[in-house]
């Protein structure tokens, strides 16, 4: 069947350097990606979404970037801090019907960053 | 607010055993779901409700019943516990997932191991 994987399993960068962490789908019906932020121990954080007719969207220290051509999607996180460093999962959805009902969550990545 | 709350933390059983997750929400969100997670993998839902009274199934739903007689309570029960059911179980609400923002609240999560 059709899923959310990551090309990265495993992310190490020094502090304050920008992190980029990828993600590929294959549901080409899909046409809403989230990112989540898993800390150890606690449920996943939402960070920031991505509608399919957008291919940027930016928050605070952290950009999402849409590629429909290729089916990727990345979360960049800027001057990235010890408390950045968790397990990140992108999800998918598709917004028509019951489809906007679940999510298809990636495998993750895991980011360590490095004092 | 407190948010999602799940009980309990951590649960054994044995196989065969039967037991019941709980999940409360007091944010008044319509949307509630369950989703098991696996080390190394990602979320994989189970069962989701999208307002009192209304269940449905997801991705593994197989070993496992809902029911949603309150907009708050949304629990999980394991029927006949077996070893594949070993995994860490998060509870989820959201205001309403036909909305664009599709930002759900996790809870912390029952860790549960079947011997």
């Known amino acids: 069947g059709e899923s959310v994987g990551l090309h990265l399993p495993t992310l190490s960068v020094q502090e304050g350097d920008n992190s980029i962490i990828n993600c590929a789908y294959s549901?080409?019906?899909?046409?809403?990606f989230i990112w989540y932020k898993q800390e150890s121990g606690k449920g996943p954080q939402f960070i920031i979404d991505?509608?399919?007719?957008?291919d940027k969207r930016q928050g605070q220290r952290v950009t999402v970037l849409l590629n429909k051509t290729v089916k990727h999607l990345s979360l960049q996180i800027a001057a990235t801090q010890p408390g950045d460093s968790a397990v990140y999962f992108c999800?998918?959805?598709?917004?028509?019907?019951?489809?906007?009902?679940?999510?298809?969550f990636g495998k993750g990545t895991k980011l360590s960053v490095i004092p | 607010n407190a948010g999602v709350t799940q009980t309990p933390k951590f649960q054994v059983l044995k196989t065969g055993q039967s037991m019941t997750l709980q999940c409360a929400q007091d944010?008044?969100?319509?949307?509630m779901s369950w989703y098991r997670q696996d080390p190394g993998m990602g979320l994989r839902l189970i069962h989701y409700?999208?307002?009192?009274?209304?269940?449905d199934q997801g991705e593994v739903p197989n070993g496992y019943n809902v029911s949603r007689s309150t907009t708050e309570d949304f629990p999980l029960r394991l029927l006949s516990a077996a070893p594949s059911q070993t995994s860490v179980y998060f509870c989820?609400?959201?205001?309403?997932?036909?909305?664009?923002?599709?930002?759900?609240?996790f809870g912390p999560g029952t860790r549960l191991t079947v011997t």
């Open positions: 989820a609400s959201s205001p309403d997932p036909g909305t664009i923002i599709y930002e759900q609240y």
């Open positions: 549901n080409s019906a899909s046409d809403y």
């Open positions: 991505i509608r399919s007719n957008m």
């Open positions: 999800a998918e959805t598709s917004d028509s019907g019951a489809g906007s009902y679940q999510l298809t």
């Open positions: 944010m008044n969100h319509e949307y």
């Open positions: 409700s999208v307002g009192a009274g209304i269940t």
